[in-house]
């Protein structure tokens, strides 16, 4: 469920975001919708890949037809496209299980939307207030998802490491939480192939529905689609309808890179 309102993020090279009232979606990844901003977003975050690898390893020159340029039966927007929606999909998988064991409400893009702004609010505020704040006091978004994910993470291993994994050691528990990430994305790439039959959940005690639980997905009916590899599903365009814009920006982005920050505001 989207939050209500509309958040303002007015950071650096940042645009208002919508969170209700959403347009069409540009694509589905695992049967769901994908916004515009989430898929600019992690687009913003391929881009420079993509460049680097058809520049230094395909010699193509950047150029203004660079992404419309088909190499080895590929061009640069279809793998941007293709290495954008993979990550989407990547990313919703581990939010996910991150809302599943109780970290956070839902794993949607907009929670994180809404806990960026929050943590600039309070942190801002501490900042007035004389209390002494580790790190920027503005996060950008790219250095809060960093810091948000990373803590989640961290959580994530050690509650799973306690419940089900209670005889092995840190190390051990970081390695199975990687193999257990890389499990669900699987499973998620083959939703899609397995349509109304559903993927059946790993189990895990106590806990009733949704990743870890042992519940049968439904896969919603897609309508025209068009399958990029086996991860993402990209819904056909009506005419006139919109398409992601690799040489530009996503509606949230950022140059910087991701940064996990230690601590927040010292009372």
Known sequence: MQDEGVIRVVTGLLVTVCLAGAAEPLARVHGEPVGEAEYGWFEEQERTGVIQHFQSNLKVEYGPDFWDVKVEGVTPREMLRQRTLERVGRERVERRLFAELGLIRNGSFEEFLAGFERANREREAAQRAGKVVFGPVRFTPL????????????????????????????KSWEKSYEELVE??????????????????????????????AGETIETPRVVGRVQIGELVEVVAQEDGGAQPHPGGKGEVGGGEDGEAFAGGAEE
């Open 143 to 170: 250095q809060y998802y960093g810091y948000w994910k990373s803590n989640l993470r961290i959580e994530a291993i050690n509650k799973l490491g306690r419940e089900r994994w209670a005889a092995e050691d840190r």
């Open 183 to 212: 499990e669900l994305v699987r499973r998620a790439k083959e939703k899609p192939k397995q349509g109304a039959q559903g993927i059946r959940g790993s189990g895990a005690p106590g806990r009733r529905g949704g990743l870890l």
